[in-house]
């Protein structure tokens, strides 16, 4: 009925659907469960069924192959960990328009690293969406009023920028299922180990109430938005462009937002609705007019 491009675009939107809803269902979750602890469980979870989807990747990867897996889980873990840690102060669109901006940062790490030279259009994008992080995040009574989850959020997207980076530097030589599991393996081991620690140290106390959203939570993410939207992700930019795929990931935001909207969590006002749009067409700006794809991946909920 749909050509194998439709199907692997539509399939693209769901994940993007996934990605940007989850930013609700952890915001709601925080509240029962400390954040090192939902992450040990969902990636904990999440890499068990990668490990049973890619076992023949896995198999295949070198230590090359593995040591580029975990460099790229190191960054993983510190972007979900700010995350996920930032949206226990901010609302859910905010975080997900934040962590977007990651998009007009890679091209600065590169130059950063002298690997690109940064273009008129992308220091256009990055204007129009530092304007509209400071519309989203900035009340109207200036940085007094500062939501202490809008910073956090932002190393977040460093990190995802980071992450970026470090895929399109290893993907080519390796297997994409293999590198897709050590990603979320590595945040897995690393949560895991930084538990203790962070509950010992009084920085995070263990905290966990079994309850509905709680469960919800962690089977939302673990099974839709890590282990069935990274398959299908994987399968979907087989069969399409990856300029399509980047602008298809860059609605993430837009369904964060719609959800929360929807289902009553937080209202936008004009202001923070004029500083979100500003951050989705910065980001479509560097996708569309980088000379080079920069979001192989995305940096999802």
Request: proline share 3%; charged share 10%; glycine share 8%.
């Amino acid at each position: 009925m749909f050509s194998r491009r439709i199907r692997a675009e539509l399939a693209l939107v769901l994940c993007t659907f996934i990605w940007g809803a989850t930013f609700v269902v952890v915001k709601d979750a925080l509240a029962d469960i400390s954040v090192l602890a939902f992450l040990a469980i969902r990636f904990g979870l999440g890499a068990a069924l990668m490990a049973l989807m890619f076992r023949r990747s896995i198999t295949e990867l070198d230590c090359r192959g593995i040591w580029a897996g975990v460099q790229i889980g190191l960054f993983v873990f510190g972007g979900f960990a700010f995350q996920t840690a930032g949206l226990r102060w901010t609302t859910p669109s905010r975080a997900a328009f934040i962590t977007g901006s990651c998009v007009v940062l890679v091209p600065f790490l590169l130059a950063a690293f002298g690997h690109r030279r940064i273009t008129a259009w992308i220091w256009g994008a990055a204007a129009i969406t530092l304007a509209g992080l400071y519309f989203l995040s900035v009340p109207r009574e200036s940085f007094s009023g500062l939501n202490r989850g809008d910073p956090i959020v932002f190393v977040c997207a460093i990190m995802f920028a980071l992450q970026i980076i470090f895929i399109s530097r290893h993907v080519e030589r390796h297997s994409v299922g293999g590198l897709s599991f050590l990603q979320v393996a590595t945040t897995a081991a690393l949560s895991i180990l930084f538990l203790p620690i962070a509950s010992w140290t009084g920085w995070e106390p263990l905290r966990i109430v079994w309850n509905r959203n709680v469960i919800f939570a962690i089977l939302a993410t673990a099974v839709g938005a890590t282990a069935i939207a990274f398959s299908l992700q994987t399968w979907a930019q087989k069969h399409t462009s990856v300029s399509h795929a980047a602008i298809l990931i860059s609605l993430e935001p837009v369904f964060a937002a719609l959800t929360s909207l929807l289902l009553g969590r937080e209202r936008l006002g004009a202001r923070a609705f004029g500083g979100a749009a500003l951050i989705f067409v910065g980001i479509l700006l560097a996708e569309l007019k980088s000379s080079a794809p920069i979001a192989p991946e995305s940096p999802h909920g």
